[in-house]
């Protein structure tokens, strides 16, 4: 269970293995880790010191070698290749020399050891040593070459790995043992531990678990009896509470449904109220109509009211010029009357008898009747009285143009036609207290409703002659600009407080006297121009220097 | 025999020291490296072994230069004294130029020192050297120890052979500069005879040994 697992789901798994495990078996494989642990290290400290071992004996090799390629030179000057072997033999009776040879110069082979040696040990080919023979004065005069063995290295560590598995099983019995001594130890006291709980879960209160061990288990075992009869105690206490709480929650009980009634009759009550609620909604609602219904009448009256102003104008113009043609009419009656009395002379049906009257006679009739001032006034009255009724008809076309009767709803028109139109029918108005400055710019036609912006015009023109109190100057100024054109009315009246100016637009908002105006006026100019016609109006105002209010309507082409 | 090649203007010369297994010949060459000048020798090449017997040989070579340029190597090797180690101990000898016979001094071991000699004796036959021309020297080694052999008994034995006698203490390290000392003013002397040291390459006897007994200054 302990085998390395190559994923990590099988470590897991190796995990919960061990966890799993009872603590016997546990303690078991903490004890075979250590043991694995040292049987590792002990192979790898064995492999190092035969490592060591060999370097040392190559080392030693060498040193050996040097040795005898030193007396090797004198043999060989001395031909003395018996002497050579023996010599080769006597330190091959060496344990760390498998065997040797010596080469002369020319590579022969002047003596060996290794036919009588070779099964002395084992030869590893890296543990063959070369090295030259030389002499001072004639230079390299041979070769010899020494294989070394490793038999005594090798019984050396063997004999240490027999030690090592001696001692180690030695210890893996004693680990063995003590590790089941010690398992044992924890364990027992926790199969009585157990014992006993399982008896107290069972209900036997009464139980006490005995000492087990000095230990914590023992402490464990000790808290539990203390436990137990804490248990005891309270079960005892947990009844006796549970008693009273049956009491007090029959109590309680008792009380909520009474209030639970008292709730519901609660509720009806807010049923009852909801209704009423809801029928004083429906007034409101009712009433809200009616308003809307009043409003509407109102817009209607405060039309009403500016027609009747401009009908008061529009008398007073007509009146004039009806006044002269009727005294003129009545004079060419007199006249009429006249021509005729002349007329009978002439034809001799005068007073006199039938006969025609002689010409002297006619003469002063004639005279008498002012027959030739008659003439000469005539084309005078009839010249003038023509005039007079070419007026009336001018100002009836106006009236026309302005109201625009015949042409309702949206059509091209030229604003500044309109603004014409509307100053001449509120001249009367003006033409007293003020003098009009027009600075009219070019303009496109647009589409609108020429009858709604006159009633605009009409009433910002109206508002500012009221502004103006004595004699003051109205300037009108149009011009285009951002494909929208501008309408700017101001005039050099009273102007307007600053706390006004927020709810001047308000319906209903006047500060005239009660009777003189609706307070609608500006409300509906606001309508028109935001709602109608998508545009703009704003105001800049000054006590006592003036007013300026700016129209923007966007141009719209047929 | 020597090697000399008088073109390169060099020169080997060979010393053996000789004597029973235990005698102290590895212990006298330890010595002479500690107690000579540095300048004037090499590294001593010594094979440790178990039991603190030499199974090869040891190694202490001397450099000198003559005053005509000539290059001299002195190599002071050791045999081992086992006998069962006859063969190196022959390989060792061969063309030796002088001998230092070194002789446990403890009576118990006279056999064995009378052995070892005439082992040196049969083996310098062997090699083909003359026991009468190589220059030999003897040292009686472990004076500090007891139960020696007198000296006066030493002088009555050797006496008449005409080989110098040295007592040492190689442990102690007293008289082993001595016995070198008194080898190579003997390998000179051989020398001389041979190539004319002197009157070749103007070396002479005082400063040969001089040099290649130079102690360390302490």
């Given at each position: 269970m302990l085998r390395p697992a190559p994923g990590e789901q099988q470590t897991e798994a190796s995990m919960q293995i061990v966890k799993n495990l009872s603590i016997n078996r546990k303690i078991m494989l903490i004890m075979l880790t250590f043991l694995g642990f040292f049987l590792i290290l002990g192979g790898h400290t064995i492999l190092r010191e035969r490592e060591v071992l060999m370097e040392l004996a190559k080392e030693r090799g060498k040193m050996i070698t040097a040795y005898l390629a030193e007396i090797s030179g004198d043999a060989i000057k001395n031909y003395d290749f018996d002497l050579i072997h023996k010599y080769l033999m006597d330190v091959a009776k060496?344990?760390?020399?498998?065997f040797a040879t010596v080469y002369d110069a020319g590579n022969n082979?002047?003596?060996?050891t290794r036919d009588e040696l070779r099964d002395k040990g084992i030869a590893e080919k890296e543990s063959l040593i070369v090295r030259p023979i030389r002499s001072?004065?004639?230079?390299?005069i041979g070769r010899i070459e020494t294989t070394l063995s490793f038999r005594k290295v090798n019984e050396q560590i063997w004999r240490r790995a027999l030690n090592y598995t001696i001692f180690f099983i030695l210890a893996g019995m004693v680990v063995g043992f003590v590790a089941r001594r010690i398992a044992l130890a924890i364990t027992r006291p926790l199969h009585l531990l157990i014992e006993g709980i399982e008896k107290v879960r069972k209900g036997d209160l009464d139980f006490k678990v005995q000492?087990?061990?000095?230990?914590e288990i023992g402490l464990v075992g000790q808290a539990f009896n203390e436990m137990r009869e804490k248990l005891k105690e309270t079960l005892g206490e947990l009844q006796h509470h549970r008693q009273h709480l049956e009491v007090l929650v029959e109590r309680r009980t008792a009380e909520l449904e009474k209030s639970n009634s008292d709730l519901l009759e609660a509720q009806e009550e807010l049923l009852c109220q909801k209704d009423e609620i809801e029928k004083n909604h429906h007034k409101l609602v009712e009433t809200f109509k009616q308003l809307k219904q009043s409003q509407s009448t109102i817009v209607q009256q405060e039309k009403m009211a500016s027609l009747g102003q401009l009908a008061a104008g529009v008398a007073h113009e007509i009146n004039n010029p009806v006044g002269f043609i009727m005294s003129n009419m009545s004079t060419m009656a007199k006249y009429i009357d006249r021509l005729k009395e002349f007329d009978t002379h002439q034809s001799g049906a005068?007073?006199?008898?039938?006969t025609p009257e002689s010409p002297e006679e006619l003469q002063s009739v004639r005279k008498k009747l002012k027959v030739d001032y008659i003439f000469e006034d005539l084309p005078q009255l009839v010249k003038e009285s023509l005039e007079g009724a070419e007026r009336v008809k001018e100002i009836v076309q106006n009236l026309k143009a302005f109201s625009r009767l015949d042409e309702a709803g949206y059509k091209l028109a030229d604003i500044n036609e309109c603004l014409e139109s509307t100053l001449k029918i509120v001249w009367n108005e003006l033409k007293y207290k003020c003098t009009v400055v027009k600075e009219y710019g070019e303009l496109p036609l647009t589409l609108c409703s020429a009858q709604q912006l006159n009633q605009v015009f009409v009433n910002l023109l109206v508002n500012a002659s009221h502004a103006i109190e004595k004699h003051g100057e109205i300037t009108i100024r149009t011009w285009e600009e951002k494909s929208a054109i501008h309408v700017a009315i101001s005039d050099t009246g009273c102007g307007i407080p600053e706390e006004n100016l927020n709810r001047?637009?308000?319906?209903?908002?006047?500060?005239?006297?009660?009777?003189?105006?609706?307070?609608?006026g500006l409300s509906i100019v606001y309508d028109i121009v935001t709602?109608?016609?998508?545009g703009e109006i704003t105001v800049t105002s000054e006590v006592g220097r003036g007013s300026i209010f700016t129209i923007s309507l966007p141009v719209v082409e047929g | 025999m020597i090697e000399y090649d008088e073109q390169e203007k060099r020169m080997v010369v060979k010393l053996v020291y000789y004597?029973?297994?235990?005698?102290g010949k590895t212990t006298n060459l330890l010595k002479l490296h500690d107690l000579l000048?540095?300048?004037?020798r090499g590294d001593l090449m010594v094979l440790d072994t178990k039991d603190?017997?030499?199974?090869y040989f040891d190694l202490l070579p001397f450099f000198l230069v003559a005053p005509s340029g000539l290059k001299i190597k002195l190599k002071v090797f050791t045999v081992?004294?086992?006998?069962?180690?006859d063969a190196t101990r022959k390989a060792v000898l061969q063309r030796a130029d002088g001998v230092a016979f070194i002789a446990d001094s403890q009576k118990a071991e006279a056999a064995n020192n009378a052995e070892s000699f005439e082992n040196l004796e049969k083996n310098l036959a062997i090699v083909g050297l003359d026991i009468e021309k190589v220059p030999l020297v003897v040292q009686f080694n472990k004076?500090?120890?007891?139960?020696i052999l007198p000296e006066e008994e030493i002088r009555r034995i050797w006496?008449?052979?005409g080989i110098p006698v040295q007592l040492a203490s190689a442990l102690e390290g007293w008289g082993v500069v001595e016995t070198f000392r008194e080898l190579v003013s003997r390998v000179y002397l051989a020398l001389d005879h041979r190539y004319g040291l002197l009157a070749n390459?103007?070396?002479?006897q005082h400063s040969f040994v001089d040099k290649l007994t130079t102690e360390v200054k302490r």
């Amino acid at each position: 269970m302990l085998r390395p697992a190559p994923g990590e789901q099988q470590t897991e798994a190796s995990m919960q293995i061990v966890k799993n495990l009872s603590i016997n078996r546990k303690i078991m494989l903490i004890m075979l880790t250590f043991l694995g642990f040292f049987l590792i290290l002990g192979g790898h400290t064995i492999l190092r010191e035969r490592e060591v071992l060999m370097e040392l004996a190559k080392e030693r090799g060498k040193m050996i070698t040097a040795y005898l390629a030193e007396i090797s030179g004198d043999a060989i000057k001395n031909y003395d290749f018996d002497l050579i072997h023996k010599y080769l033999m006597d330190v091959a009776k060496d344990e760390e020399i498998a065997f040797a040879t010596v080469y002369d110069a020319g590579n022969n082979v002047l003596a060996t050891t290794r036919d009588e040696l070779r099964d002395k040990g084992i030869a590893e080919k890296e543990s063959l040593i070369v090295r030259p023979i030389r002499s001072e004065t004639l230079g390299e005069i041979g070769r010899i070459e020494t294989t070394l063995s490793f038999r005594k290295v090798n019984e050396q560590i063997w004999r240490r790995a027999l030690n090592y598995t001696i001692f180690f099983i030695l210890a893996g019995m004693v680990v063995g043992f003590v590790a089941r001594r010690i398992a044992l130890a924890i364990t027992r006291p926790l199969h009585l531990l157990i014992e006993g709980i399982e008896k107290v879960r069972k209900g036997d209160l009464d139980f006490k678990v005995q000492k087990v061990s000095r230990d914590e288990i023992g402490l464990v075992g000790q808290a539990f009896n203390e436990m137990r009869e804490k248990l005891k105690e309270t079960l005892g206490e947990l009844q006796h509470h549970r008693q009273h709480l049956e009491v007090l929650v029959e109590r309680r009980t008792a009380e909520l449904e009474k209030s639970n009634s008292d709730l519901l009759e609660a509720q009806e009550e807010l049923l009852c109220q909801k209704d009423e609620i809801e029928k004083n909604h429906h007034k409101l609602v009712e009433t809200f109509k009616q308003l809307k219904q009043s409003q509407s009448t109102i817009v209607q009256q405060e039309k009403m009211a500016s027609l009747g102003q401009l009908a008061a104008g529009v008398a007073h113009e007509i009146n004039n010029p009806v006044g002269f043609i009727m005294s003129n009419m009545s004079t060419m009656a007199k006249y009429i009357d006249r021509l005729k009395e002349f007329d009978t002379h002439q034809s001799g049906a005068g007073m006199s008898g039938t006969t025609p009257e002689s010409p002297e006679e006619l003469q002063s009739v004639r005279k008498k009747l002012k027959v030739d001032y008659i003439f000469e006034d005539l084309p005078q009255l009839v010249k003038e009285s023509l005039e007079g009724a070419e007026r009336v008809k001018e100002i009836v076309q106006n009236l026309k143009a302005f109201s625009r009767l015949d042409e309702a709803g949206y059509k091209l028109a030229d604003i500044n036609e309109c603004l014409e139109s509307t100053l001449k029918i509120v001249w009367n108005e003006l033409k007293y207290k003020c003098t009009v400055v027009k600075e009219y710019g070019e303009l496109p036609l647009t589409l609108c409703s020429a009858q709604q912006l006159n009633q605009v015009f009409v009433n910002l023109l109206v508002n500012a002659s009221h502004a103006i109190e004595k004699h003051g100057e109205i300037t009108i100024r149009t011009w285009e600009e951002k494909s929208a054109i501008h309408v700017a009315i101001s005039d050099t009246g009273c102007g307007i407080p600053e706390e006004n100016l927020n709810r001047l637009f308000e319906p209903f908002f006047t500060t005239k006297e009660i009777g003189k105006g609706t307070g609608l006026g500006l409300s509906i100019v606001y309508d028109i121009v935001t709602k109608n016609h998508k545009g703009e109006i704003t105001v800049t105002s000054e006590v006592g220097r003036g007013s300026i209010f700016t129209i923007s309507l966007p141009v719209v082409e047929g | 025999m020597i090697e000399y090649d008088e073109q390169e203007k060099r020169m080997v010369v060979k010393l053996v020291y000789y004597g029973p297994a235990l005698s102290g010949k590895t212990t006298n060459l330890l010595k002479l490296h500690d107690l000579l000048s540095r300048e004037d020798r090499g590294d001593l090449m010594v094979l440790d072994t178990k039991d603190d017997r030499t199974i090869y040989f040891d190694l202490l070579p001397f450099f000198l230069v003559a005053p005509s340029g000539l290059k001299i190597k002195l190599k002071v090797f050791t045999v081992p004294g086992q006998v069962r180690h006859d063969a190196t101990r022959k390989a060792v000898l061969q063309r030796a130029d002088g001998v230092a016979f070194i002789a446990d001094s403890q009576k118990a071991e006279a056999a064995n020192n009378a052995e070892s000699f005439e082992n040196l004796e049969k083996n310098l036959a062997i090699v083909g050297l003359d026991i009468e021309k190589v220059p030999l020297v003897v040292q009686f080694n472990k004076r500090d120890l007891p139960e020696i052999l007198p000296e006066e008994e030493i002088r009555r034995i050797w006496g008449p052979s005409g080989i110098p006698v040295q007592l040492a203490s190689a442990l102690e390290g007293w008289g082993v500069v001595e016995t070198f000392r008194e080898l190579v003013s003997r390998v000179y002397l051989a020398l001389d005879h041979r190539y004319g040291l002197l009157a070749n390459h103007r070396l002479d006897q005082h400063s040969f040994v001089d040099k290649l007994t130079t102690e360390v200054k302490r």
